[in-house]
Nanobody
Framework: QVRLVESGGGLVQPGGSLRLSCAASGSIFAINEMDWYRQAPGKERDLVAVIESDGSTWYADSVKGRFTISRDNTKNMAYLQMNSLKPEDTAVYYC???????????????WGEGTLVTVSS
């Protein structure tokens, strides 16, 4: 059984910073990519950042230059450093991973349950 657990959300003032963490646990052979999505109230879930197994990254235009995604392959962890936060960054942030549970298995998608980030004065 694979689990993704996010942590690090909370209330922060505009211009502040937060660091989100995503811990993947369970029977994991290899993680292809780890992503961060977010869903604001009344809106669809949007892709925020991607990090591939080789370390290459992608960011949504709305967060480029402010957010940094990273991962620790030895710990099956992903992180999202969020700087210069704006009220429009308020959302539930979800961790997403594409991974294999064994050498011979197909890659499958997994979601965490989310962590709330509120940017407000």
């Amino acid at each position: 059984q694979v689990r993704l657990v996010e942590s690090g959300g909370g209330l922060v003032q505009p211009g502040g910073s937060l660091r989100l963490s995503c811990a993947a646990s369970g029977s994991i052979f290899a993680i292809n990519e780890m992503d961060w999505y977010r869903q604001a109230p009344g809106k669809e879930r949007d892709l925020v950042a991607v990090i591939e197994s080789d370390g290459s990254t992608w960011y949504a235009d709305s967060v480029k230059g402010r957010f940094t995604i990273s991962r620790d392959n030895t710990k099956n962890m992903a992180y999202l450093q969020m700087n210069s936060l704006k009220p429009e960054d308020t959302a539930v942030y979800y961790c997403y991973a594409v991974l294999r549970t064994s050498r011979y298995s197909y890659a499958k998608n997994y979601w965490g349950e989310g962590t709330l980030v509120t940017v407000s004065s």
